[in-house]
């Protein structure tokens, strides 16, 4: 079974500039996870979605993070501007539904360096 | 209040012994699960264990076991037998109903040859 995929693995951008990551989840999982890693820290959750509804994105900081899930199935998340603040690992998760004893299977992250 | 603490940020051990990494959690749910998972320097999380905090028997997965005492909070990770392998963070994750993951601090650990 494929796992979690995400593209591109890394991307440095100068401030101000916009940045687009991709995530495939994997195949018949409903329910798709984006965590924002800094770090030395653990994963804060960004974004979640359920299908292509989204469950909670209280912690996604909505003036300039914005992410969608067309299909329900692959999912983008966009940063424009962004600031310095911003680099860190953006990991992609998935799990088959949202309960809570469903593991998360994470894919590889993409790793983003803001100047 | 942090709902997931983890005191060691770094652990050393020697292959082939055994290590406990902790983690210890706030939560005044009855029903909740409890999660591990290995991140290596690739980056990528690995899920290792699963305990529901139903589950009477401690969960294991191979050389990973979890001592999972629910009135005091804890679900520390057990490997044995060390491998050169296991070197990476290990994170201590929990998930309460109608919450999504929290994920602790980690701890890095380190197998000495």
């Known amino acids: 079974e494929a796992g979690v995929a995400q593209s591109p693995r890394y991307k440095i951008i100068e401030k101000r500039q916009s940045v687009a990551f991709w995530c495939n989840p994997i195949s018949g999982h409903a329910t798709l996870y984006w965590y924002q890693q800094i770090l030395g820290q653990g994963p804060k959750l960004l974004i979640q979605?359920?299908?292509?509804?989204?469950?909670?994105d209280s912690q996604l900081p909505k003036d300039r993070f914005s992410a969608e899930r067309l299909k329900g199935v692959d999912s983008t998340l966009k940063i424009q501007p962004a600031k310095l603040e911003d680099s860190a690992v953006y990991l992609c998760a998935s799990s088959l539904r949202d309960s809570i004893q469903e593991t998360q299977y994470f894919g590889p992250g993409t790793r983003l360096l803001v100047l | 209040a942090q709902k997931i603490t983890q005191t060691q940020p770094g652990m050393f051990v020697q292959e082939k012994e055994a290590v406990t990494l902790d983690c210890t959690y706030d939560t005044s749910d009855q029903s909740y699960g409890l999660f591990w998972y290995k991140q290596p320097s690739s980056g990528e999380m690995i899920f290792l264990i699963y305990q529901g905090s139903y589950d009477e028997q401690n969960a294991t997965e191979g050389r990973y076991s979890l001592n999972f005492q629910k009135a005091r909070k804890s679900a520390n990770l057990v490997i044995s037998a060390s491998q050169l392998g296991d070197s990476a963070m290990y994170f201590c994750a929990m998930r309460e109903a109608g919450q999504n993951f929290v994920f602790g601090p980690g701890t890095r650990l380190s197998v000495l040859p």
């Open positions: 979605f359920q299908n292509n509804g989204v469950v909670d």
